[in-house]
């Protein structure tokens, strides 16, 4: 029998999909900087038959690409060459959240979107959120410890699973779903999976903890002489602010950037960087808000002026897209080198890359900057290499929350020992003895299965 | 070379302890349930100590039972027979709170009431609370998940570690403390660290997360007739106080045990049960708990009230210990079954060891319920079994807090899969080739390595 019978077998002749336009969409990244053709596009339905996939992919030794919804930012979400895309689509299912627990159990197919929108429902709040929200997927969000926006108050993903499905590659399946605050009985299986990026095995399903609802919203943004300025002020919104949820950093170029590509002037006066941030209190923040930023601050408590506010932040990216393919960074800075990272940043990537273009925009309150690099090629990694050793060299992480990837693996060894990166290899070993696994992905080196799929289709 | 000399070359001969008399209080835990002779007891007092206590015990092929403050409650601290014991004890720095990140670094041998000062001292709270404070080590908190009274806000010892530096089995050492909330760069060894039992590594150094001060804290100590009512007021609690804290059980033998050895009178009416609660808000949280409880509940907005009515909780397992030698067990109930476990446990354990007696109490809020049985000997464990089976059948853990160990480790199969089990296993081979890491506590069946420690001595 051969692959593509095996796994129409289990899952259906119409979940394999072999036909060259039908794999077109599972095989380039959103950004389009990631491309890689698939042997097989694999979509099963439940988790018996991701189990069945996996164990059909490790007979025939054919390297195995998981996928949600496509949004991953590092490549290692789409085929490298030869791979079977792994699609968790059909697993959508999003249940009723239940209200004693705050929790609600989700197929990893299942959007951001839609669990924003069920929590809504319910009178509660997801407690997460960002740009792609209507297209990533929970899955992949667990897969890579996702954060975005509001992590500084209720955490990264990791902070959010209350329960875990997952087929490990050996075939085993993983199933805590009680929801239990406390259960340290064994060795958490779920705590490894989470930010794995699918080396070590294949999330089906997530029970997602649930935040009391938000009762009032208050943004402000304000405008600010000098990077020093933004890290104190950064200190004493989290000092003094206990209901703040998000300190996004926004620097002069990037709102010019946006506002051309919307054909509107600038809102806000010449400053050296820009703080926009979000309380959500139980209470009304506006006063404790108030309290912390200069007077001529723009705070906005209506939903409108809330909404343009966090448009400012959210359009940067996509008017980056429309511009060309950027290099996207996403470090993370301890806040006390955050100012020198930002300052070092644009001489070194114009050392590297001459006469490109850079954006750094992110997630302040938690060291989360996301630099973005136009101009240079995408085989083209010079760039690359300068922003993320000045993270590791400022004490930080090559990688914050988009993960590692196919993009960053060569460069784990800045942040991580030699020894620690072997003891991740032999944990993979461990789990997914046959390396079926995303190859290539996180662990640098980690080859594919000696014989490739495609000549067992 | 001896291990005995090899260890004193790594540590220096005073921190070797062989002398029967010294050895003693690392060779009982402090139940006194648990017991087993050690070949040598070593005090390093670095990190590098404790990777060369790692590496001589590697060459001789000598088990090592990792020991903090000796709190445990399942015997994976204390010796079983012929170990080495590695005790963190002169690990026992405490940092100073860094106010921006608000987080702190410690030794993993000093104790949660040291933290608590610490954080007390720079304006902060530690966020986590429970009642062996003065001895529980941070090394052990982080290798056991330790949960306590206040988990139901501020999480697990897993949400509060913002950093981990551990020795491995192998030797690797795991340093990953720049305290940033999002870094994803590889697998997160430390969360796969977190409650495992010095299993696959020693905890050396931890960076913990501080929370902001507690403002106003108010308690209310509740009646109610029925074990329904319990569970229905721990709904309203939690979704209509955002501030709770604490949620713990008491029930009426408990509150009469701990009166009788107290010598005080009952401070309460006759009931079904009793809930004790507590809220700790940046406003007063007073109005929003009376609100929810009934007329006569006993609230205390004063700190002389509030700690007669947390001694009542506290005291319970002083007035036990007093008694004998109980047998204890941690268990998590899901909350839409906890009246059911509630009433089925004292009828499972009279059937299974008549006339011992039973106490139940625990942290409600979290479906925590601890379990103590005075009666059966030490080696007889047919109430154990029927309560953990209980606990698994209502879709519970055996081990919410406390940890698998040596006492709960032929029960782990009552609620993971054998592949579960054999992934687990897996793991520890690949993170501790040789096995030396607390052999036969957590994992049925982990063998101690072939030779016997003091065959080297």
Redesign the interface.
């Known amino acids: 029998m051969t692959l593509t019978d095996d796994l129409r077998a289990a899952v259906g002749e119409r979940h394999v999909l072999s036909d060259p336009e039908l794999r077109a969409p599972y095989e380039t990244d959103w950004s389009g900087r990631f491309h890689g053709e698939a042997a097989l596009v694999v979509r099963p339905g439940t988790t018996d038959e991701v189990a069945a996939v996996l164990a059909a992919c490790r007979r025939a030794g054919a390297p195995v690409v998981p996928q949600g919804g496509n949004t991953g930012l590092v490549g290692g979400g789409v085929p490298r060459g030869g791979e079977v895309v792994l699609s968790l689509g059909r697993l959508d299912d999003v249940g009723v959240p239940d209200?004693?627990?705050?929790q609600v159990e989700l197929g990893a197919g299942a959007t951001l979107g839609a669990l924003q929108a069920a929590a809504r429902a319910a009178g509660l709040d997801a407690a997460m959120d960002f740009g792609a929200r209507d297209s990533a997927t929970l899955g992949g969000i667990v897969a890579?410890?996702s954060?975005g926006v509001r992590?500084?108050r209720h955490?990264?993903a990791?902070?959010r699973v209350a329960g875990l499905e997952a087929v490990?590659g050996?075939?085993?399946?993983?199933?805590r779903m009680?929801?239990?605050?406390?259960?340290?009985?064994?060795?958490?299986?779920p705590?490894?999976l989470?930010?794995?990026e699918g080396?070590?095995g294949v999330v089906t399903r997530v029970r997602w903890r649930l935040a009391?609802p938000p009762r009032r919203r208050v943004a402000v943004l304000v405008a600010l002489d000098s990077l020093d300025e933004v890290v104190g002020l950064v200190?004493r919104l989290?000092?003094e602010v206990?209901s703040l949820e998000a300190v996004e950093l926004l620097l002069p170029e990037g709102i010019a950037f946006t506002c051309e590509y919307l054909g509107v002037p600038s809102p806000v006066r010449d400053a050296a960087a820009y703080v926009l941030a979000e309380a959500v209190g139980?209470?009304d923040p506006t006063e404790e808000l108030a309290a912390v930023v200069p007077d001529d601050a723009l705070l906005a408590d209506d939903t409108a002026t809330r909404e343009r506010l966090w448009r400012l932040r959210e359009t940067l990216t996509e008017a980056i897209a429309a511009a060309g393919i950027p290099h996207k960074f996403d470090v993370?800075?301890?806040?006390?080198r955050l100012a020198e990272f930002l300052e070092r940043v644009p001489p070194a990537v114009e050392a590297a890359a001459p006469g490109s273009r850079t954006f750094q925009f992110g997630?302040l309150g938690?060291?989360?900057v996301h630099v973005n690099v136009l101009g240079p090629e995408p085989g083209d990694e010079a760039a690359d290499e300068a922003v993320l050793r000045l993270a590791a060299e400022v004490?930080?992480?090559?990688?914050?929350?988009?993960?590692?990837g196919v993009a960053?693996a060569r460069w784990?060894h800045l942040?991580?020992?030699d020894?620690?990166?072997?003891?991740?290899r032999?944990?993979?070993?461990?789990?997914d003895p046959d390396g079926v696994l995303n190859p290539g992905v996180?662990?640098p080196g980690t080859a594919s299965p000696a014989a490739s799929a495609t000549t067992h289709l």
Chains 1, 2 share one sequence.
Do not use: F
Request: aromatic letters at 0%.
């Open positions: 209200l004693a627990t705050a890579c410890d954060g992590a500084l955490g990264t990791r902070a490990l050996d075939g085993t399946v993983v199933r009680s929801g239990l605050l406390k259960d340290n009985a064994g060795l958490n299986l705590a490894l989470v930010g794995s080396t070590l009391a200190g989290r000092t206990p139980a209470q993370g800075v301890p806040i006390a997630h938690d060291g989360n004490g930080g992480t090559i990688s914050a929350e988009h993960g590692v960053k784990l942040i991580r020992s020894a620690e990166i072997a003891a991740m032999s944990i993979k070993r461990a789990l996180m662990l």
